[in-house]
């Protein structure tokens, strides 16, 4: 029934990794977004997809690197973790960019060692 | 550029007090404007939103807000909270030409019995 689905939950792994996360949503939605919430809880918009098309990419290290294999799924891969990579993740999607207002799924909290 | 004000970090109430959170946004096109609720470890839900037409919404839970359009402003209010209203919450804003949310850096509504 989850709408926004994201995994892990949790992501404890060691500097220098490469990391995966995974983001699916059936709520039917055409867009789909990844947000980044530092440990002062400031949320700030990452990528944004629609249809599969990159619409959003702001200034992100090309560490990240967003793939959407379809509409319901956006996956964000992240290559040398850093130690300022540590934080919550989360996923969203709309239907459209405009007025309808975006669903989130429940974060993934990465904490680099 | 559109930016979006929460001025305070922390309000602390107590149980069936009302409560106000503010938010200023600053644009200089039409703006849509939100208020999404985080609680511990979960993702954001929608409160509330103004798109057009009246200036006073309702949301979820009793919250409302009310677009001020002379004063750049979008305050959530409640009568009276709960305990569980205990949350963090969020404005969130996006111009019409553009394609991203801007947020706020949230407000920590703390409810005291």
């Known amino acids: 029934d989850t709408a926004v689905s994201q995994t892990p939950k949790y992501l404890v792994t060691q500097m220098g990794n490469d990391k995966s996360i995974k983001c699916e949503q059936n709520?039917?939605?055409?867009?789909m977004y990844w947000y980044k919430q530092d440990s002062k809880k400031f949320l700030k918009i990452m990528f944004s997809?629609?249809?599969?098309?990159?619409?959003i990419n702001e200034t992100v290290p090309n560490r990240f690197s967003p793939k959407s294999p379809d509409k319901a799924h956006l996956n964000l891969h992240i290559n040398s973790l850093e130690l300022g990579d540590s934080a919550v993740y989360f996923c969203?999607?709309?239907?459209?960019?405009?007025?309808?207002?975006?669903?989130f799924g429940d974060g993934t909290r990465l904490s680099i060692l | 550029a559109q930016s979006v004000t929460q001025l305070d970090s922390q309000v602390p109430v107590f149980e069936e007090a009302p409560v106000e959170l503010r938010c200023n946004y600053s644009?200089?096109?039409?703006?849509?404007l939100f208020w999404y609720v985080q609680y511990p470890n979960q993702g954001l839900q929608l409160l509330l939103k103004?798109?057009?037409?009246?200036?006073l919404v309702k949301g979820i839970n009793g919250f409302e807000a009310e677009f001020n359009k002379s004063q750049t402003s979008f305050h959530l209010r409640k009568p009276s909270v709960h305990i569980s209203d205990t949350a963090e919450y969020f404005c969130?804003?996006?111009?019409?030409?553009?394609?991203?949310?801007?947020f706020g850096s949230g407000t920590r509504l703390q409810v005291q019995p």
């Open positions: 644009s200089s096109v039409s703006v849509y």
């Open positions: 997809y629609n249809n599969k098309e990159l619409i």
């Open positions: 103004y798109l057009s037409g009246s200036t």
């Open positions: 969203a999607s709309s239907q459209g960019q405009g007025t309808q207002p975006q669903h």
């Open positions: 709520l039917g939605h055409d867009t």
């Open positions: 969130a804003g996006r111009d019409t030409g553009r394609r991203a949310l801007t």
